[in-house]
């Protein structure tokens, strides 16, 4: 629906089930992505997840990640929360393991920055990413977003606590 020059952004369909829930059941996806407890998903929860997804969802707008060549799914994206009167929205994304590296991240996040201020009408777009994680911070920086501060101790993984970055891309009018 939504089309960069490596990815299509469009809605789930039962063909991504089995890839999703394999990556949310990859670790080394997960510790990257989630700052909940990683615990993993079943067939069931996965579906539940996808179905949540819809037209008619107020506030969180989920995407497919697709490649253009092939049409192979590679993840997830969208706005995971949405403030209308601040015309402020929080992205997250979340790529197979085998498809990181490769651009694919920053097309899908340019993306959905695209839709975020040409359909949402946003005026701010964050993310929250994991200090430790830097392919992410260079994704988000090469995307156009600046750090805003450093969330000190913010995620507690393998035994330890982690800061994050809050970063923000701001629309320029005109």
């Known amino acids: 629906m939504y089309e960069g020059t490596l990815v299509r952004l469009r809605a789930f369909d039962n063909g991504d089930l089995m890839p999703a829930l394999r990556i949310s059941n990859d670790y ?67 790529l197979d393991r085998d498809a990181q590296g490769k651009g694919y991240g920053t097309d899908a996040v340019q993306c959905l920055c695209r839709f975020g201020f040409e359909e949402l009408n946003l005026h701010k777009i964050k993310a929250v990413v994991f200090a430790f994680n830097q392919a992410a911070v260079r994704c988000y920086e090469k995307c156009g977003f600046v750090k805003e501060g450093v969330l000190q101790d913010e995620v507690y993984r393998e035994g330890k606590y982690h800061d994050a970055i809050q970063m923000a891309l701001i629309r320029t009018e005109g």
């Open 28 to 94: 080394a996806v997960m510790r990257s992505a989630s700052g909940g407890i990683l615990y993993p998903a079943t067939v069931d929860d996965q579906a539940r997840a996808m179905n949540q997804q819809t037209n008619y969802t107020s506030g969180e707008y989920q995407f497919a990640i697709e490649t253009l060549t092939d049409r192979k799914f590679i993840g997830q994206c969208g706005f995971t929360g949405i403030s209308w009167k601040n015309r402020r929205g929080e992205i997250a994304i979340m």
